[in-house]
């Protein structure tokens, strides 16, 4: 099974950018729709943003407008660009298959001082 490795978290300034990669293991083809969720401290996971492998895109409220997901098909690989960047912004990221299958990847920090 085409596992998904995320990379690309740090600290950022509140109004700072960061772009998240997801990396596919394998055909990222195979699989037709993956999503970014995140989860802050003391709260439940939530669901950032999706994409189907036809491109078709959808976002939560809270980030509409800031943030955009885009899939590298020849890449193998899911972005999550994100500017505009709010302290509630700081979570840990995740991608996965949407809608997750129960299997999630070690996440990527994400820290945005105010």
């Known amino acids: 099974q085409v596992q998904l490795v995320e990379s690309g978290g740090g600290l950022v300034q509140a109004g700072g950018s960061l772009r998240l990669s997801c990396q596919a293991s394998?055909?990222?083809?195979?699989?037709?729709?993956i999503a970014w969720y995140r989860q802050a401290p003391g709260k439940q996971r939530e669901l950032v943003a999706t994409?189907?492998?036809?491109?078709?895109?959808t976002y939560a409220d809270s980030v509409k407008g800031r943030f955009a997901i885009s899939r590298d098909n020849f890449e193998d690989a899911v972005y999550l660009q994100m500017n505009s960047l709010k302290p509630e912004d700081t979570a840990v990221y995740y991608c996965?298959?949407?809608?997750?299958?129960?299997?999630w990847g070690q996440g990527t920090q994400v820290t945005i001082a105010s």
């Open positions: 996965s298959r949407y809608p997750n299958q129960g299997s």
């Open positions: 394998g055909n990222i083809n195979l699989i037709v729709a």
């Open positions: 994409i189907t492998r036809g491109g078709s895109t």
